[in-house]
C-alpha cells in the first residue's frame, strides 16, 4: 500500500519539488520490482537490461505525472504501474526484438498467440487476412519471426548432459543428423529449430488441463484430435460433452497459460 497522501499527488501534479520527490522515492520500488520481471526469462535475469528498463520506468513515472487525472493515491498507483509497464514492455521489444520495429514486434506477438506459440504457423498468419489492418508483409512478418527466435550461431555453446559446456550447437545438430560438424549449414539450423519447436509446443500443451489441451488441439487441428477452427464452438463442446462457455473459458485460460509456458521453453533453447 502506497504512503503518498492525496496531497502529495496533487501538489507533484503541479511541480512541487518536494512532492515530487516523495512521488520518485515512493514508486522506486515498483520501478526496479517491474524492470526485474521484464529482464527475466525462463528464470534468467538480465542485470544490464533491469538497469536500462529502470531507466525507462523512472521517465514513465513522470510522464505518467502529467497526464494522471485526480488525486487518490491507489489510483495513482495503479496509473503509473500501468505506464511504466507499458513503457518497460516497448524498451524490452527494442532490445531483443532487433531488426524490426515495436509495431511489427506487436503484431508478431498477437500472431503468435493465435498460432498457439509457434513461430512458423505465427509468420503465416501475420502475413494472412486473419490479422486485419495488422496484417504483415511477407518479408516483415518473416523479420519479425527471425527477430523472434533470434539469430542462431552454430557456434554457439548448448549445455549437454554428456559434453558438457563445450558442445555447440552445430555438434548437436550434426550428431541428430548423423554427419559431421564441418558439413552443418544454415538450412540445418532452421530444420533442427523446427524440430525443438514442435517439441515444445507439444511439451507445453501436456503441462494444461486434459479440457484446455482439447480444446487448443482442436483450435489448430493438432492430432489426435480433429480440426474446429471453422467449426461453432458449440459442435466442440457436443462432442467434448461441455458448454460452449466452458469451452471459451477453457481456451482464454489455455492460451495465457500455454503463452507463459511455451515462451519460457523458447528462452531456454
Do not use: C
Not at 71 to 92: C, K
Not at 126 to 144: F, I, N, V, Y
Not at 212 to 236: E, F, N, S, T
Amino acid at each position: 500500500m502506497t504512503q503518498l497522501t492525496h496531497t502529495q499527488i496533487a501538489d507533484a501534479k503541479n511541480n512541487d519539488l518536494d512532492a515530487v520527490s516523495s512521488v520518485i522515492r515512493e514508486t522506486e520500488e515498483l520501478v526496479r520490482s517491474r524492470a526485474r520481471r521484464f529482464a527475466t526469462t525462463a528464470g534468467h535475469t538480465d542485470t544490464d537490461l533491469v538497469e536500462d528498463l529502470a531507466q525507462v520506468g523512472r521517465i514513465a513515472v513522470w510522464e505518467a505525472l502529467g497526464d494522471f487525472a485526480g488525486d487518490d493515491p491507489a489510483q495513482f498507483m495503479s496509473h503509473i504501474d500501468q505506464g511504466i509497464s507499458r513503457a518497460m514492455a516497448d524498451a524490452r521489444r527494442e532490445a531483443t526484438r532487433p531488426g524490426v520495429s515495436v509495431y511489427t514486434a506487436k503484431r508478431f506477438e498477437a500472431a503468435l498467440s493465435q498460432a498457439a506459440g509457434d513461430p512458423y504457423d505465427a509468420e503465416k498468419i501475420a502475413a494472412s487476412d486473419e490479422m486485419g489492418t495488422d496484417k504483415l508483409s511477407p518479408d516483415l512478418a518473416r523479420a519479425a519471426r527471425l527477430s523472434w527466435l533470434g539469430l542462431d550461431s552454430l557456434d554457439r555453446p548448448v549445455n549437454h548432459a554428456r559434453h558438457g559446456e563445450s558442445f555447440t550447437l552445430g555438434d548437436v545438430i550434426a550428431q541428430e543428423m548423423g554427419i559431421s560438424a564441418e558439413l552443418v549449414d544454415s538450412a540445418d539450423i532452421a530444420g533442427h529449430r523446427r524440430r525443438v519447436v514442435r517439441d515444445q509446443v507439444h511439451r507445453a500443451l501436456g503441462l494444461l488441463s486434459d479440457r484446455q489441451r482439447h480444446v487448443l488441439k482442436a483450435d489448430h487441428g493438432i492430432v489426435p484430435v480433429g480440426h474446429y477452427a471453422d467449426q461453432p464452438d458449440a459442435v466442440l463442446a457436443d462432442d467434448m460433452g461441455v458448454t460452449p462457455y466452458q469451452v471459451k473459458q477453457a481456451r482464454v485460460k489455455g492460451k495465457n497459460r500455454f503463452s507463459e509456458l511455451y515462451r519460457a521453453g523458447a528462452r531456454a533453447w
